[in-house]
């Protein structure tokens, strides 16, 4: 039987978070069996703490941010975490926040793998808990596409098309575990369309964006640093954040989601039917 899981000691990093432009610094530390993923906020009097379901989330635009409506600490962009602490089974885990938003690192979510593996994985006393689907879910909004299929391990299959360039229309399937997740999908890096990046920054956002942390989409080309870490990584980084929205549903995922064109929107969307239907099951 798979137990639940937490980490072993305590990892950090540190550095610019991409939305706000403020250095933070992230430690993650143990919880008990039962506990789920805490963000703990201490910067602020008392350090509160949300707990990432999906329940809490209040934005969505550009990144996932969650809230608690009784300590009032909120945290922006928390999908590459997630995604990293579901791909490897952690279950529960405190993870201690000096400010409203996580580093973002190389725009990839190999920072909070190499943070977790660090602070090492200990497994549980309670048997590990999974969200198993009862019947598909499919919903359409606007080009948006989403189908979720029963399945007995987590694999996602994905299309993006932003029509700027050739490049930009890319197709990636892959069952998620812990190795596939390390070799497939942690090191692609997050991405903007050129001609979104105005309204981006008039919006306040990506106050900590450059090419060290993200891939800019322009006039045919994709801008980046180093060339390319794989040759879709859009939709490889696109199939990331949502291994991190899924697990708002607060249990491991399994399921087979096709997606066309998904964003944070619509992946908090499928989370919260995902959410309805283990509501509905359980009554
Ligand atoms: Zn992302």
Known sequence: MDMQNTVKGAG?????????GARASVR????????????RRIDMPGAPEVKAVVEN???VRRATTIASRTTGAFVVLVEHIMSALHALHIDNAVVEIDGPEPPIADGSANSYVEMILSAGIQEQSAPAEYWKATAPIVFEEGSVMLALL????????????????????????????PDSFRKELALARTFCPY??????????LAKGGSLDNAIILHDGALISNDGLRYSNELVRH???DMVGDLFLVGKRVHGHIMSIKSGHPTHVRLAQAMSAQEKAKNN
């Not at 950090?12 to 706000?20: E, P």
């Not at 001609?195 to 306040?204: C, D, F, P, S, W």
């Open 238 to 240: 696109k199939i990331m």
């Open 28 to 39: 993650i530390l143990p919880a008990p069996e039962n506990t789920g993923i805490l963000f």
């Open 195 to 204: 001609r979104e990046l105005e309204q981006v920054i008039a919006a306040g």
């Open 57 to 59: 989330v209040v934005d």
């Open 150 to 177: 029963p399945a007995d391990d987590l694999r996602i299959s994905f299309t993006v098309e932003y029509g700027i360039s050739p490049l930009d229309m890319q197709f990636f399937s892959c069952t998620v575990t």
């Open 12 to 20: 950090k990093i540190s550095g610019i978070a991409l939305h706000t």
